[in-house]
């Protein structure tokens, strides 16, 4: 990390999912980011990424903040707890056949292409 301070953590992606103005399946990930040495938490929280339209968009996540240092090295752990759910995982969407996440299996699915950090203050 060259410069220490406040940082804005988020990903570009895709989610071919389905169309951008409808669907129940917008991907949500927990991110932490983690110091090497310590494994301590800087920095956690949801990501947020809607349907793209198709696999070959790729947009921008929403933001994770993170306090980082010069000289340290942090590693990104993103994954699937049991908060993180859109509405393929509710049973009254059961019943949506339009696009990807409807019936018994919830959609969760998304491509995670980098990670794109923004300093924010010294």
């Known amino acids: 990390m060259p410069r220490s301070g406040r940082y804005a953590v988020r ?3 895709s989610n071919g999912a389905g169309a951008v103005n409808t669907g129940i399946t917008c991907a949500v990930k927990r991110l932490e980011i983690r110091e090497t ?3 301590r938490i800087v920095g956690a929280g949801y990501l947020v990424m809607p349907q793209s339209g198709n696999w070959q968009r790729f947009d921008l996540s929403s933001i994770v903040p993170a306090e980082l ?3 340290k090295t942090y590693s990104l752990r993103i994954f699937e707890d049991e908060y993180s759910r859109n509405m393929s995982y509710l049973q009254h969407n059961k019943r949506y056949t339009a696009f990807a996440g409807g019936g ?3 959609y969760n699915f998304v491509n995670i292409a980098s990670v794109r950090l923004l300093h924010l203050t010294d």
Do not use: Q
Request: hydrophobic share 40%.
């Open 69 to 71: 240092k010069a000289g």
């Open 104 to 106: 018994d299996d919830a």
């Open 37 to 39: 040495a310590s494994g």
């Open 11 to 13: 990903v570009e992606f």
